[in-house]
């Protein structure tokens, strides 16, 4: 009597549609940035993007001078620069993004005037 196979197997199943992956992991361990020019506001004297961003904890990176940094927090994520404020060196507030915290954003920045006037677009990446 010849043998029924039921073709049971291990398949491949792919996922058609839906949004391609983007941004950058959480954990990755450097960002660059570039894109932002600024000028005098009415509380800082200059802004100054310094690269490279290096990883403080997931989701937080922090520059090279422990100044300026990149992060997600009530419900936005925030980029702050170094700027030479008032009082010394402190970190000046120049974009925000409303993604997801699921990976960091590099597209979608929205320039802010925290006392610092922008203009640009801010570029992040993991290459310089």
Excluded: C
């Excluded at 936005?76 to 507030?93: C, H, L, N, Q, V």
């Amino acid at each position: 009597m010849p043998r029924l196979s039921l073709g049971l197997g291990v398949q491949n199943i792919r996922k058609v549609g839906g949004a391609a992956p983007s941004g950058i992991s959480l954990t990755a361990p450097t960002i660059y940035v570039s894109g932002l020019s600024f000028q005098n506001g009415s509380y800082y004297a200059n802004g100054v993007l310094y690269s490279p961003y290096t990883l403080y904890t997931p989701g937080y990176w922090i520059d090279v001078y422990n100044v300026g940094f990149v992060t997600y927090a009530g419900g936005e994520w925030y980029f702050t620069t170094y700027a030479d404020g008032e009082s010394g060196p402190e970190a000046a507030f120049v974009a925000r993004n409303t993604a997801l915290p699921t990976s960091l954003p590099t597209t979608g920045w929205v320039n802010t005037s925290s006392n610092l006037i922008v203009s640009g677009t801010l570029v992040i990446s993991t290459t310089p």
